[in-house]
């Protein structure tokens, strides 16, 4: 049986295996504590997201990995960089899918509608790693 993993247990992190689970899903929900929601169908998984080989294990046999971490965001430029590479590295080596939400810091002030032709404004962590990842071809968007 595939099962999820979803690295963070951010509000995002909780509320995805929380609905994962509700629908009969298996879920890894991996955190530096082990901590998270308790659900019969969720295994609270302690270790560090950012080792590739170690992420790389407890997502063997996994349709997806969602990237739920929430790094604060002074911590961005040094935090983001290798939790993204341990992920994307997972993602490759099994498979799995790699799922990630994102904000809207990056556009800065808008004064009018947001359309997908908006382009960010300021540089910021998020942005450089998904540059890197669209120059790999490791980016699809659906819909």
């Not at 063997?60 to 990995?65: L, R, T, V, Y």
């Not at 929430?70 to 992920?87: I, Q």
């Not at 993602?91 to 790699?98: F, M």
């Not at 009018?112 to 890197?132: D, E, F, H, Q, Y």
Request: include cysteine; charged fraction near 15%; hydrophobic fraction near 40%.
């Amino acid at each position: 049986m595939s099962f999820s993993v979803i690295v963070g247990a951010s509000s995002v992190g909780t509320a995805t295996a929380n609905l994962l689970a509700s629908t009969g899903e298996q879920v890894k929900l991996v955190t530096r504590r082990g901590t998270g929601p308790v659900h019969p169908l969720i295994e609270r998984v302690a270790a560090d997201a950012t080792d590739p080989e170690r992420l790389t294990a407890i997502s063997q046999g996994a349709s997806a990995i969602y990237c739920c971490a929430s790094p604060a965001n002074d911590r961005w430029p040094t935090d983001w960089p290798p939790l993204f590479e341990a992920m994307m590295t997972a993602a490759e080596r099994t498979g799995a899918v790699l799922a990630s939400y994102s904000n809207l810091y990056g556009y800065g002030q808008v004064n009018g509608a947001m359309t997908p032709r908006l382009s960010r404004r300021t540089p910021n962590s998020g942005s450089v790693l998904i540059s890197g990842a669209r120059r790999c071809g490791a980016i699809r968007r659906d819909g």
